[in-house]
């Protein structure tokens, strides 16, 4: 394997969509009200990818430096133990990535003030300590609220505020959907893992209540982001258009017929990149249809 390969797949670029889709929808929302400036949506863009990037590399680095990584199966982005890529490669990419996304974020905090500079930290701060640290909290039971707080309503809301310069409550109902879709993703890849996550002692719900319970609070989920968006639509907080958003809803049928009918790993892996799919298909209907909302209301 070339180390350009390499690297395409310790990145993990089929998760980045969970980076892009949350400020695609904030931005959106603030081009409805007619305030966008692509000067401000790049950086934000990049800066979310990058973060996303170094999250991936550091699970990498972590789930080799523990003791119970060697009993993680050998998926095409374990780049380490595969030997394509060195630890020390790993660890030195995560910190590029950080480095380039911190000095974006320092600009955007000059242009934006303080609030990018808690949000920032806060999301800093969840992407290291995530699979790093003395107690990975992802381990304890505490990845899900963390996706959906930081990937959700932290991205939405401040792409949003990166563009007005203000927070609105409709935003942050706004988010609800993406962070239930983006949170969706982590459930399916942690339905996937059962078996090797309880090999490890691992919390999460799927290892605590099994299969079954993981499988409705992944059905909850996506039903929640769906119906959170013919709510908002309904309440006229969005534009109809907005609607075009459930052309998703077979994607998201597909993703559950995998995880619910999978009885291997093999089977329910399929689920993951389903899953982000319909993060992807969700989030990025439902930008444009709210950006159309500032010409038809």
Known sequence: MSKIKAWFWAIRPFSISAA???????????????????????????????????????DEYSDHARPEGEQKIIAPYKVIALGTLTAKEVKMGAFVCFGIATAIGIYLIYLCGLPILFMCLGAAAAAYFYSAGPLPLGKIGLGQPLVFVFMGLVMVSGSYYVQTGSFTPDIFWL????????????????????????????????????????WWEYLL?????????????????????????????????????????????????????????????????????????RFIK
Request: net charge positive; glycine share 8%; with cysteine.
């Open 221 to 293: 989920l996506v039903a929640a982001a769906f119906l959170t968006m013919i709510v908002l639509v309904i309440a006229k907080q969005i534009s109809p258009v907005a609607l075009i958003s459930l052309l998703a809803v077979p994607q998201s049928v597909l993703a559950l017929r995998i995880l619910r009918k999978g009885r291997n790993r093999p089977e329910l892996a399929r689920g993951v990149p389903a899953t982000a799919n319909l993060h992807w298909y969700f989030g990025a209907l439902l930008a444009v249809g709210v950006a159309l909302g």
């Open 20 to 58: 892009v889709v949350p400020v695609f929808v904030g931005s959106a929302f603030a081009f409805s009200g007619g305030k966008f400036s692509l000067f401000r949506f790049l950086p934000v863009v990049i800066a979310g990818i990058l973060v996303q990037m170094a999250t991936n590399l550091i």
């Open 175 to 214: 988010a609800l959907p993406v962070g239930c879709t983006v949170t969706a993703i982590l459930a399916s890849n942690n339905i996937r893992d059962m078996e090797e996550d309880r090999a490890v002692q691992k919390r999460t719900i799927v290892t605590v209540f099994g299969r079954r319970v993981a």
